[in-house]
Structures are given as structure tokens and as C-alpha cells.
């Protein structure tokens, strides 16, 4: 006896524990027949905006390489200019050589110069009494000798600071070489530089841009689900309003689908896209047959046609019928519609249109609801077939 009691305890944990998991996908379902499409619409539109912000995530991280490269450029053109900085320092110091040494080859040229005049006026007069004065041959010769010397060490000293002057100009032309290296190596980082900053403007704007889709994409998300709530609003509105007559003058509930009582959406509570809803009536489609569209949809009860809508979102096209004593019933997503305000319709008899699938709605079916003394209850368990 224990045994068995246990036994059906552990089956009904279990059977427990399968419904759990199963309720959240069940409550999905129920979302189905109205609410699929809009739920699709808003997916598409969150897909797109997670496109977006991965975009904008490859853009920024896309600028943040080109800043770091700009850093580098930076820090590259300082340094050059450095160099180049340095290297006209030593051009100057080499061009200040090079005038020192140009001034010490003129000093040098212009005393020799002045020693060779000297020596010519001796030669045409003075010499003539310098050479008288040597008594002898060999003092002749030495101071023939002198002078040839003195012409030879002032030569070889003049080639010599030439030799220096043209090893200053050959540094001074290398000096210069770099210097011109170093002004091309500056030229191609700046306009490295002026690249990159175009290109880092053309993410900014590119940034920007995508921006104002993200925006626009809220704004889109935003427009779907308020439209949607809008409609229902109005839908909820109108069944509120007072009857035309106190008394109830409905008769017995009449299926509104002759043919077709397939209930693929009850009535209750729902998600949609993860926030709680509430179906406010039941759906209707073609169960096992092949198509609903089109189907007449009759007045449940009789009454008077009290709105016709021909809406884009919620119910789409859409009548609701007064049966007094603020007994309503609503049909929705309709295809057609075959009345107008004001008609007197007959339960079960009179067509009211056909079964589509306007406003928020995946398939063709039929959204119905009642609305009992003002207020909604699950049509289910009044209709007849
Ligand atoms: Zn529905």
C-alpha cells in the first residue's frame, strides 16, 4: 500500500516537473496566431540593431588602430625634426668652419702674395743690390735658396688648407645629403599623417552614421510596439463603451465560424517578445483543413453592428456588435467586412465577412472575444457549435 502510494507521488512529480518545462514553450505557442508576425517584425529590428552596434564596435576599435598609428607618426616626425634640428646645428658649425678656413687660406694667400711682391720689387731694383751685396757664389745661392724656399712652404701650406677646405665642403655636402633624407623622410610622415587623419574622419563620420541607424532602428522597435498597443487601445475603448441599449437582447452564443472549431491560440495569458500580454480572446484557424481564409464569419449573437474598423495593426479590420446590457462580442483580422455601423445582425445568421489574416496576424483565423456585462471571459465555454 506504501508502495503504491509512493509510486503515484514520484508519477505525479514527474508529471509535475515535465509540465514546468513544458509551460514556457506552451506560452510561446499561445502567442502564435496574433501576436507571430509582430514578433518578427521586432526580432528582425533587434537583429538589425545588434548588427548595428557590432558595426559600430569594428568602427571604433578600427579608429583606435589608426590613433595609435597616428600616435606613432607623432612621435616619428618629432623625432625627425630633431634630427633635422641637429643636423642644421652641424651644417652651421661646418659652414662656420669652412669661412674659417676660407678667411686663413685669403690671410695665407695675401701675405704670400705680399712676399712675392716684395721679392719681385727686389728683383727689379733692390734685388739687383741684395745680389751686389753677395760676395760670394755660395751666399748667392742661399739666398736664391731662401727664396725658392719660402715660395715652396707657402705653396705647400696654401695646398694644404686647400686639401682641408675641400675635405670640410665634402662634409658639408654629406651634412646636406642627410639633411635632404631627413627632410623626404619628414615629408612622407606628414603626409602619412594627413592619411590617417582622413581616414580617422571618414570613421568618425562612418561612426556617426551609424549612429543615427541605431536611432532610427529604436525608433522603429519603438513605433512597432506602439502602433501595436494603440490598436489594442482603441479595440479596448470601444468595447467599453456603454451599450446602445440596456437590455440584453443576444439570445444563445452561435460559433462564429461555421465549419471550422479549431482553437489554436485559448484565451489567457501570453508573452510577447518576453514581456507578459494577455490574450483577450481565442483564435480560430483552419485546423485541419487546408485553408480559413475567406470563410463567412457570422454574428454570434444578435445584436447591432456597433464599429467597423479597417485598421493596419492589433485586429486589422475589425467589428464589434452591441447586445445590450454592455454584452459585446469582437471579431478580428478579418479579410472583409460585410456590414456597417448601425446594422441589426441575427445570431448564427447574419454574415459579418470573411477570415483573414490583417492587422498583427500570421495566418488567416479568426480572433474572437466576449465581452460579458463590460467584461472579457473566456469565450470558450459559452459557444455552442
Ligand atoms: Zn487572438
Given at each position: 500500500m506504501k508502495k503504491t502510494t509512493a509510486r503515484i507521488l514520484c508519477?505525479?512529480?514527474?508529471?509535475?516537473?515535465?509540465?514546468?518545462?513544458?509551460?514556457?514553450?506552451?506560452?510561446?505557442?499561445?502567442?502564435?496566431?496574433?501576436?507571430?508576425?509582430?514578433?518578427?517584425?521586432?526580432?528582425?529590428?533587434?537583429?538589425?540593431?545588434?548588427?548595428?552596434?557590432?558595426?559600430?564596435?569594428?568602427?571604433?576599435?578600427?579608429k583606435e588602430n589608426l590613433e595609435a598609428q597616428n600616435e606613432i607618426i607623432k612621435q616619428q616626425i618629432a623625432t625627425i625634426a630633431d634630427s633635422i634640428a641637429t643636423t642644421k646645428e652641424s651644417l652651421a658649425q661646418k659652414q662656420a668652419e669652412l669661412d674659417q678656413k676660407r678667411r686663413e687660406i685669403e690671410e695665407?694667400?695675401?701675405?704670400?702674395?705680399?712676399?712675392?711682391?716684395?721679392?719681385?720689387?727686389?728683383?727689379?731694383?733692390?734685388?739687383?743690390?741684395?745680389?751686389?751685396?753677395v760676395n760670394t757664389f755660395d751666399e748667392l745661392l742661399t739666398a736664391s735658396t731662401t727664396l725658392s724656399r719660402i715660395s715652396a712652404a707657402d705653396t705647400s701650406l696654401l695646398?694644404?688648407?686647400?686639401?682641408?677646405?675641400?675635405e670640410i665642403e665634402r662634409q658639408e655636402n654629406e651634412i646636406n645629403d642627410q639633411l635632404t633624407q631627413l627632410e623626404t623622410d619628414q615629408?612622407?610622415?606628414?603626409?602619412?599623417?594627413?592619411?590617417?587623419?582622413?581616414?580617422?574622419?571618414?570613421?568618425?563620420?562612418?561612426?556617426?552614421e551609424i549612429e543615427a541607424l541605431k536611432l532610427a532602428n529604436k525608433d522603429e522597435e519603438a513605433r512597432l510596439v506602439k502602433e501595436y498597443n494603440e490598436a489594442r487601445a482603441q479595440a479596448e475603448a470601444e468595447l467599453g463603451r456603454p451599450s446602445g441599449s440596456p437590455e440584453f437582447v443576444g439570445g444563445a452564443y452561435n460559433w462564429p465560424v461555421p465549419g471550422y472549431y479549431n482553437i489554436s491560440s485559448p484565451y489567457g495569458p501570453r508573452t510577447l517578445y518576453g514581456v507578459p500580454d494577455f490574450h483577450t480572446g481565442i483564435d480560430i484557424n483552419k485546423g485541419t483543413y487546408a485553408t480559413i481564409y475567406g470563410a463567412n464569419i457570422v454574428a454570434s449573437l444578435s445584436g447591432t453592428v456597433?464599429?467597423?474598423?479597417?485598421?493596419?495593426?492589433?485586429?486589422?479590420?475589425?467589428?464589434?456588435?452591441?447586445?445590450?446590457?454592455?454584452?459585446?462580442?469582437?471579431?478580428?483580422?478579418?479579410?472583409?467586412?460585410?456590414?456597417?455601423v448601425g446594422q441589426q445582425v441575427v445570431g448564427?445568421?447574419?454574415?459579418?465577412?470573411?477570415?483573414?489574416?490583417?492587422?498583427?496576424?500570421?495566418?488567416?483565423?479568426?480572433?474572437?472575444?466576449?465581452?460579458?456585462?463590460?467584461?472579457?471571459?473566456?469565450?470558450?465555454?459559452?459557444?455552442?457549435?
Open positions: 508519477f505525479l512529480l514527474a508529471a509535475v516537473m515535465l509540465l514546468m518545462l513544458a509551460l514556457p514553450y506552451a506560452v510561446r505557442v499561445l502567442a502564435a496566431d496574433d501576436l507571430q508576425q509582430l514578433e518578427q517584425q521586432l526580432q528582425d529590428v533587434r537583429n538589425e540593431g545588434k548588427e548595428l552596434e557590432e558595426k559600430q564596435e569594428q568602427q571604433e576599435a578600427y695665407t694667400n695675401a701675405l704670400f702674395c705680399e712676399r712675392l711682391r716684395a721679392m719681385q720689387v727686389n728683383r727689379s731694383s733692390g734685388m739687383l743690390s741684395t745680389l751686389l751685396a695646398e694644404k688648407l686647400g686639401d682641408e677646405q675641400a615629408a612622407a610622415l606628414e603626409s602619412k599623417k594627413q592619411e590617417l587623419a582622413s581616414n580617422i574622419q571618414a570613421a568618425d563620420n562612418s561612426i556617426d456597433q464599429t467597423v474598423v479597417y485598421g493596419s495593426r492589433g485586429y486589422g479590420y475589425y467589428v464589434i456588435v452591441d447586445h445590450g446590457g454592455n454584452n459585446k462580442t469582437l471579431y478580428g483580422h478579418m479579410s472583409r467586412i460585410d456590414v456597417t448564427g445568421v447574419t454574415v459579418l465577412g470573411g477570415v483573414g489574416s490583417t492587422g498583427n496576424s500570421t495566418g488567416p483565423h479568426l480572433h474572437f472575444e466576449i465581452r460579458l456585462n463590460g467584461q472579457q471571459v473566456d469565450p470558450a465555454p459559452y459557444l455552442g457549435r
